[in-house]
């Protein structure tokens, strides 16, 4: 079962399915139907369960088949749901939830990060609208252009400097290197050594050359931007160096913790580091240098 649940600003409701099948990905909340249960009191008990809400349950939009665990097929149907009481909450087999409009979901299918078949199937039953954007890659014409510049610092361990951000839906909690976007007038690198400064209190860093070019789509200040991203190389002498004193500037800017990092850690954490492939960016530097 699913449910089809929207707010009164017109956003729908999403989860983070914590568990496979599709574990990580975006969908509507709902589930499957224990031994005795109705469509509606599935309904209601799974979205309870995943987001701390009790909906009122309408009419069928629809039926989908998806694939399940060990070749089974799933048939699911889904139903309009109204909230009715509670308070949004991600939990049980949720890892996160949200209130996503017609943007950010464009946001979320470029970045693969919505079941398959979710926005057409929901476009198709007149839930979302059927336009150019929703269910394929942003124009990149059409979007606002940032450019910004960051640095990979490395120890002399080859150790490497990340971030850590808690942000809202779609990029939630993630890690990237040191760096932020251009003022006016100013140079990829410029900007990039003076957001290192910023972001650690470090004042003798020097750019070693730039490396990398990246590009990628986000969320900046309530819209959703192209960031064309320049990366530096940067050394240090000291073995994990303390950051300076940036506790406020850190605070200020959503940054949430910091640490140093091994090449071997980043080839196998679970978590979500900025740029992606950074392991093998920096030993493809390492080798060019030798």
């Known amino acids: 079962m699913g449910a089809v649940i929207k707010d009164e600003a017109g956003r729908l409701l999403l989860i983070k399915r914590g568990h496979e099948p599709a574990a ?91 079941t398959s078949g979710l926005t057409e199937a929901l476009a198709g039953w007149g839930v979302l609208p059927q336009r150019p954007g929703l269910g394929a890659v942003p124009d990149a014409a059409g979007l606002p252009s940032r450019r910004a510049g960051r640095v990979i610092v490395l120890d002399p361990g080859d150790r490497v400097l990340l971030l850590r951000y808690d942000d809202d839906p779609p990029d939630g909690r993630y890690w990237a290197t040191p760096g932020g976007g251009l003022n006016p007038g100013e140079s990829s690198a410029a900007a990039a050594s003076r957001e290192l400064t910023e972001e650690t209190g470090w004042d003798d860093v020097v750019l070693l050359g730039e490396i990398h070019r990246n590009v990628r789509t986000l969320r900046h200040e309530g819209r959703i931007i192209r960031q064309q991203e320049c990366l530096f190389l940067a050394r240090i002498d000291v073995p994990c160096r303390e950051l300076g004193d940036v506790a406020a500037m850190h605070a200020a800017d959503g940054i949430a913790a910091w640490r140093w990092w091994t090449l071997a850690e980043l080839d196998t954490t679970t978590e979500v580091v900025w740029p992606a492939g950074l392991a093998g960016l920096i030993r493809g530097a390492l080798r060019r240098a030798d």
Do not use: Q
Not at 51 to 60: E, F, P
Not at 83 to 98: H, N, R, S, V
């Open 24 to 114: 990580g990905l975006w969908s509507i909340p709902g589930g499957r139907i224990e031994a005795g249960e109705s469509d509606v009191g599935a309904l209601v008990r799974e979205v309870r369960e995943e987001t701390g809400l009790v909906v009122a349950v309408g009419r069928l939009l629809g039926a989908v088949e998806r694939p399940g665990l060990a070749g089974a097929v799933l048939d699911i149907r889904d139903y309009v749901a109204v909230p009715a009481g509670g308070e949004l909450m991600a939990a049980d087999d949720a890892a996160d939830a949200c209130w996503a409009d017609p943007e950010l979901m464009a946001l979320m299918e470029s970045r693969g990060e919505l």
